[in-house]
Each structure stands twice: as C-alpha cells, then as structure tokens.
C-alpha cells in the first residue's frame, strides 16, 4: 500500500512520525521533497508542491492533504502570510483536478481553525503579537461571550483601547480569510473532490474567535448535511448520494498520523475496538489544558477519527488505552509541587499500572495516553512503568503536548502495531515506542529542563542561538543516551544515532533524532 502525505509543516511530529508509523504497518508513506516544504516562518513553494500532487498521485493508495500547507505554505505561514484570498482559495483546486482524473483515489484532507495564542509571544505569530499577544487572546474571548448575549460592551471598548488599529485590523483580516479557506474546504467535501474532511481547532477553549468560527463551520454543515444521505442537487434521491464525512474537534499535529491510521485500518477491513481504562475515578470529566471538553471526549473523537470504536472492557477490544487523566491543575508539571501530586495520584496511578501488566500477561494490546500535564509525562507514572510494566512490550505510548496531540498519536501507533508481523515490523515499532519514551519523558520532562538551566547558567539565555547549536545538540544527545539507559528492554540495545540530533526551529520545545540498534 502506498500513501501520499502533504504535512501540516516540516516538524517531525509531522514528518517523522507518520513515517515511522507507516513502517510498522508495513505502508509506503511518500512526503513532499524537504526543499519544497516549510521551514519554519518561510513558507512552502505552495505552486511545486501542487504540481507534486498531481505527478505522484496516480501511483497512490490514498492521499492525506494538509489544507494550510497546499493554500498558504504551512502551519506558520497561515497565521503571518499576506496571501489574498483569491489565490489562497485557488490553490485547492489541484484538489479537484486530482480527483477528476482519479475518481476512486481516496482524498483525505484536514485544516485548523487559527488559533489565538494567549501569549505575549511572536515566535510563531506576527510580529505584534510579541506585545499585544494576551490582550488580543482577551479581547478573543470578550468578543465571543459578548455575541452569545453577555453584556461587556464597555470592557471591550477599553481592551480596543490598548491595542493598536492596525494590529487588531490585521489579525481580524487574516481570520477572516483563514475561514474562507475552511469554508472552501467543506465546500470541496459536499462537492465530491474530497472524501473526508478533519477541521481541528489548535489551542482551543470553550470561548473566543476560534470557537465562534466553528460554531460558523458547524451550521454549515448541518445545512449541507455532510457525512449524511441526502438528495441530489435536483431534488430526487436517485439512491440518495453519501456526501464526505467531516470530523471536527481540538487537534493539530496529531491529524496526519491518524489519518494514516484511519486509512490502514480502512486498507485491512478492520474498526479496531478500543477499550479505555482511566487512571482516576472523575478524571474523565476533566477538561485538558488547551482543549474544549472533557478528556474522556477528546478520547472517542481521536478513536473515531482513526476510523475504530469505543468498546468496553467485556467487548473483546483489540486495544486498551490506559489513560492517566488530566490533573486538575491544568498546567505543565512543576517540582513545586511534586510532592502534593504523588500523594494524591499514587495510588491511582499504581492501580492502573498494576491494570496495564495484568492485560500484558493475559495476551492483551495496550496503549498508555499520559495526558495528566502538556508538555511532558507524569514522573510518578513514569517512575511506576518503569518498574512494573514490560516497556518493550506496548501497543503504544504518548506524553506529549496536548491530550489530542498525545492519545492520536498513540492510537495511531497502536493501530499499526497489530499489523507488525515481520520482524522488520517489530522493530520499526520498537523504534517509535522508544522514539515517544525518549522524547515525551527523557526530553522533554528531564533533559529540555536541563538544558535550559545550563544555558541560563552559561549564556544568560533559555534559548540556544546559531552560535550555540553545534554543542547544545551534542549535549542533548549524550543526555538522551542517558535516559535510554534507564528504560528496561531498551537500555543496551538502543542509542542515539550519532550526529542525528537537532533542534528543527533552533528552539528547545521540539528535537529530532534518530534511533538505531546497538
């Protein structure tokens, strides 16, 4: 089988890690050339990439498309470009001409509804953002809650106040296109030029522009009736045609992989039933930092759009995803506070762990989905699997970011792990197992703090500039090394490729690296 992929940008979460899922499912995942792709703030030469399209899809299974990539360049590009309009929205229709000459050629194509970052940071947003970050965010909110009747006329009056005309102007303009592109997109999907379309929210809450843009998206496809049988345009049912399905939900760099998975599961005939096991009694009502509700939702949207269902734990499933739930401090861990969060976690935590051996013994898949902090996996869960649990032996794991980005990822792993049947198989999954243990909790938890004191140490900077990269990489590889040394049924076998370890923006939040066999 083999599958195209144009990414949501160049990072490895969206590069890498369909690939390396595509391996344990033993599919051939073919990506755009890197020199035609995104990096970082520049963006993508969005006219080659279509042409690419169009030459390698006649050799294709399927076709996952990243709708922000073939109409702006990228993730990046999306929220700071000044592309009009017309020629964002014409860009698409590469999708209609792959489509009409390859009618049976499944399109799958997903875009996030922009976000706005509550940060007084540009790094991935325009430059203004650097000053008026957490007022725009405010001002987001204010403007939603006013539209759905709550009185703040005067409270929005003296946020306008503080920020300037033509930055406000501006971000409202480029949303205002941005939705376009979406309403483009649902559009192709009734038409037919597309088979299935995701529209994810980044960084979303229960308020602001984000979800008022949404609810927008939503009514329209009420009205379309997508995903549903409804009549042809003449009025007559004529077998009553099946338009696309859409899928809507908080999510971003997950979406490639799980659709990757949706489409191997599809390939094999197969809706994997997954059982969920939550780690704390209630934790499932939690509403996870940067999502819009309860994590026991973003738990059957990411099972759904992989394409398999909620089962029960007497349904026989082909999966368990043991999910450590979200803490009710809604913040990335802190070692302030790491004594609290044992004691009130512990013993929850040993259960499920306990749960998650037992099942191995019985012959049973299991994922572990750690979405109690963004960002990083729980220590006391860590320092429990380490000690109890057959690592190697995983369906899946995930600690990273947000709860969407983590529980995809990790069911997209899992579903590809029942198909590992070589040993070529089994050790691509080996590879991506360790690859998510290494970096959602050997880097990420350990080492990406490290890093940033030592360099606080030495350079009075948390981050590294161009000048540093060369050592600040080499010392994050020996520290990776380390961390592989800690891992049962890993340590000794595995390492850090040497010299493969990078920073893709020249920033700490995100690494790359290689794994080989030792």
Not at 196 to 209: A, R
Not at 261 to 284: D, F, L, S, T
Not at 361 to 389: C, H, R, T
Not at 494 to 508: H, M
Request: hydrophobic share 45%.
């Amino acid at each position: 089988m083999k599958v195209g992929l144009l990414p949501l940008d160049e990072r490895p979460v969206n590069t890498r890690y369909p690939a390396m899922i595509a391996a344990i499912a033993g599919v051939e995942l073919v990506l755009p050339p890197d020199d035609l792709l995104s990096h970082f703030r520049e963006p993508a030469r969005c006219d080659d990439l279509a042409a690419w399209l169009h030459a390698i899809a006649p050799a294709l299974d399927a076709l996952i498309v990243d709708v922000e990539m073939l109409a702006f360049g990228g993730l990046i590009a999306s929220r700071i470009s000044d592309d009009p309009p017309g020629i964002a929205l014409s860009r698409l229709d590469m999708l209609r001409a792959i489509k009409n000459e390859l009618p049976d050629l499944p399109i799958l194509a997903f875009n996030v509804i922009t976000r706005i970052s509550n940060a007084d940071d540009s790094t991935e947003e325009p430059h203004y953002w650097a000053t008026y970050g957490t007022r725009l965010y405010r001002l987001s909110q204010l403007l939603d809650r006013a539209a759905q009747g709550e009185p703040l006329t005067d409270e929005i009056a003296a946020l306008r106040a503080e920020i300037p005309p033509e930055a406000l102007r501006d971000m409202l303009r480029r949303r205002l296109r941005n939705h376009m592109v979406n309403l483009a997109s649902l559009h192709l999907l009734d038409a037919g030029a597309i088979d299935l379309l995701v529209l994810s929210s980044d960084d979303t809450s229960p308020f602001g522009l984000g979800s008022r843009e949404k609810r927008w998206l939503a009514s329209w496809a009420d009205l379309l009736a997508l995903g549903r049988h409804h009549p042809t345009i003449d009025g007559q049912e004529q077998g009553a045609r099946a338009a696309g399905i859409l899928l809507m939900y908080p999510g971003a760099d997950e979406v490639g992989c799980a659709l990757l998975a949706r489409i191997i599961n599809q390939h094999v005939g197969r809706a994997p039933r997954i059982a969920p096991i939550y780690a704390i009694p209630g934790g499932e009502e939690i509403v996870a930092p940067y999502e819009d509700g309860p994590v026991r939702l973003t738990v059957e949207r990411q099972i759904h759009a992989i394409g398999g269902t909620v089962a029960t734990a007497d349904a026989a499933p082909d999966l368990w995803l043991a999910v450590n739930t979200p803490s009710p401090r809604r913040t990335e861990w802190d070692e302030t506070f790491a004594a609290e969060e044992r004691e009130e976690r512990y013993n929850h935590l040993d259960a499920l762990v306990d749960r998650v051996s037992e099942l191995q013994e019985s012959g049973q898949q299991v994922i572990v989905a750690d979405v109690a902090y963004p960002n990083g996996a729980d220590p006391v869960l860590m320092e429990l699997l380490i000690e109890k649990v057959d690592l190697a032996r995983l369906a899946g794991f995930g600690a990273w970011n947000t709860a969407g980005n983590t529980i995809g990822t990790a069911l997209a792993q899992g579903c590809a792990a029942l198909l590992a049947t070589t040993p070529a198989q089994r050790i691509a999954h080996l590879r991506f197992l360790l690859h998510r243990f290494v970096e959602d909790w050997g880097y990420q938890h350990v080492v990406r703090r490290a890093a940033r004191v030592m360099l606080e140490r030495t350079a009075g900077t948390r981050e590294p500039d161009d000048t540093m990269l060369g050592a600040i990489c080499r010392w994050i590889e020996t520290h990776l090394n380390a961390r592989i040394g800690a891992l049962p049924g890993f340590a000794g076998r595995w390492r850090i490729t040497p010299g493969s370890t990078r920073l893709p923006w020249c920033r700490l939040f995100e690494v790359d690296f290689a794994l080989e066999m030792v």
